[in-house]
């Protein structure tokens, strides 16, 4: 079955530091790849995702390029800030065109998370 | 505001019980899922509706059952409750049935505590 893993933390650096959190996946066929944040106290939100290999999702500062030759799909930022301070979820979704219906799960397989603390 | 609503957001029972976790997807979605998130196994799917019909069936206990209703909210039903039961329940909801490549709105989810 899928599975996804990245890097378990926490993980603390200092502000303006270089941001990088590994994940790998295994999938059959060719899954759509994501990166979902958890602030605290708050349930998670899409931060980026990618759609087929050699795409690269951006956001708020965050990248992530979808390495099929790899299975990988790393999150990176160039300088982080305190408020970055978050929990990080790779996931993967086997159903990823839209409208495609029957067959497979639809819910998304996620990692089990990576805890970012940013000290000022 | 990810437009997802869930009640009650803390609940504290006693082993053997049972509780109904509710949730209010975002206006026109048509699917809502159901996750379980504890420290030891992470973040876990557990059951998805679309449009009132069960869709994809994922890591679910026996002991835990769910539906949608017409007017597409959903409960969770978690009976007998056992201490391992304690965890966060996220709801999440999507347009359709592949959820525009995957992308999920969570509601700020339900914490449960058994003991």
């Known amino acids: 079955g899928n599975s996804v893993t990245q890097m378990e933390g926490p993980v603390t650096l200092s502000e303006e530091a270089f941001l990088t959190i590994n994940c790998t996946y295994t999938a059959t066929g060719y899954p759509s790849l994501f990166w979902y944040v958890q602030y605290p106290g708050e349930g998670l939100q899409l931060l980026l995702k990618a759609t087929k290999a050699d795409d690269k999702g951006s956001n708020k500062g965050f990248e992530a390029t979808y390495r099929k030759e790899t299975t990988s799909f790393h999150l990176e930022k160039g300088s982080v800030q305190v408020s970055d301070s978050a929990v990080y979820f790779c996931?993967?979704?086997?159903?990823?065109?839209?409208?495609?219906?029957?067959?497979?799960?639809?819910?998304?397989?996620f990692g089990k998370g990576t805890h970012l603390i940013i000290q000022p | 505001d990810s437009g997802v609503t869930q009640t009650p957001k803390h609940l504290i029972t006693a082993t053997g019980q049972r509780v109904t976790l509710r949730c209010s997807p975002r206006s026109g979605d048509l699917s809502v899922y159901w996750y379980q998130q504890s420290l030891d196994q992470g973040l876990q799917f557990l059951i998805q509706y679309y449009n009132g019909e069960e869709r994809a069936k994922g890591n679910i206990l026996e002991r835990f059952s769910a539906q949608q209703f017409p007017d597409l909210h959903s409960e969770l039903n978690l009976s007998s409750l056992e201490l391992g039961d304690s965890a966060l329940y996220f709801c999440a909801s999507s347009v359709g049935t592949s959820g525009y490549f995957g992308e999920l709105f969570f509601g700020e989810g339900s914490r449960l505590t058994v003991l």
């Open positions: 996931a993967l979704s086997d159903n990823p065109l839209l409208g495609v219906s029957g067959g497979g799960a639809d819910g998304l397989t």
